[in-house]
């Protein structure tokens, strides 16, 4: 089982840009969110997609969004880049059915930064 | 609205000793919590969670949890640490269920030789 996968690992991106992160999920797994983590702070939650639907969303601008396919794997795209943009981004795969006491399983993530 | 607090940003311990981690909860209802860890460059990885039942829990790599309701807290520790334990490490509990986590900001935890 490889687990969750994401990306690539590193980006660099100019602002203005824009930029498409992938995921793809632990196997049987078919719920994927992604959190933004800052240096030095805790993950954020971006938002979550389920049967290829955003499910819910955290508190972050239209220039986010997302796609999960068929086959449950999952894209963030950033439009517009900005410098504070530049962060850990990182896709975390669940169990529907699990609701609220599953844990969620997380990627190594991609370090975007933007200059 | 449900969140957790990390009072530390770093914790300093020295191999062999017990080290703990702290972190208090605000959550309506039965709580759910979570302890993650994470290693320089890499994702989070899940260390254990507490759901009902027994208030100490026991996860990976010797890590044990203690559930206090009336302290609203939920404290990681590990009897004896290694160096291989400095990482960052964070408390999480889940939103609106499906698993959306809110993290505290984290705590470094340094283990020194």
């Known amino acids: 089982d490889a687990g969750v996968t994401q990306s690539p690992t590193h980006l660099i991106k100019t602002r203005g840009q824009q930029v498409t992160l992938r995921c793809s999920p632990k196997?049987?797994?078919?719920?994927v969110s992604w959190y933004q983590q800052a240096l030095g702070q805790g993950p954020q939650f971006i938002f979550q997609y389920y049967e290829e639907e955003e499910r819910q969303r955290g508190n972050f601008p239209d220039r986010f969004s997302g796609h999960q396919f068929p086959n449950y794997s999952s894209e963030l795209n950033v439009n517009a880049l900005l410098l504070g943009d530049s962060a850990l981004y990182l896709c975390?795969?669940?169990?529907?059915?699990?609701?609220?006491?599953?844990?969620?399983?997380f990627g190594q993530g991609t370090r975007l930064t933007v200059v | 609205a449900q969140s957790v607090a990390q009072p530390e940003d770093q914790v300093n311990v020295a191999e062999g000793n017990p080290l703990t981690v702290k972190c208090t909860y605000s959550?309506?209802?039965?709580?759910?919590l979570f302890w993650y860890v994470q290693y320089p460059n890499r994702g989070l990885q899940f260390l254990l969670k507490?759901?009902?039942?027994?208030?100490l829990v026991k996860g990976s790599y010797g890590f044990e949890a203690e559930f206090n309701k009336s302290q609203t807290s939920f404290h990681l520790k590990k009897p004896s640490a290694l160096v291989s334990d400095s990482a960052l490490y964070f408390c999480?509990?889940?939103?609106?269920?499906?698993?959306?986590?809110?993290f505290g900001k984290g705590n470094q935890v340094v283990v020194i030789p």
């Open positions: 959550v309506s209802g039965n709580p759910y």
């Open positions: 196997s049987g797994h078919d719920t």
């Open positions: 975390a795969s669940s169990l529907s059915q699990g609701y609220m006491n599953t844990e969620a399983f």
């Open positions: 999480a509990v889940p939103l609106y269920g499906n698993n959306r986590l809110a």
């Open positions: 507490y759901i009902t039942g027994d208030n």
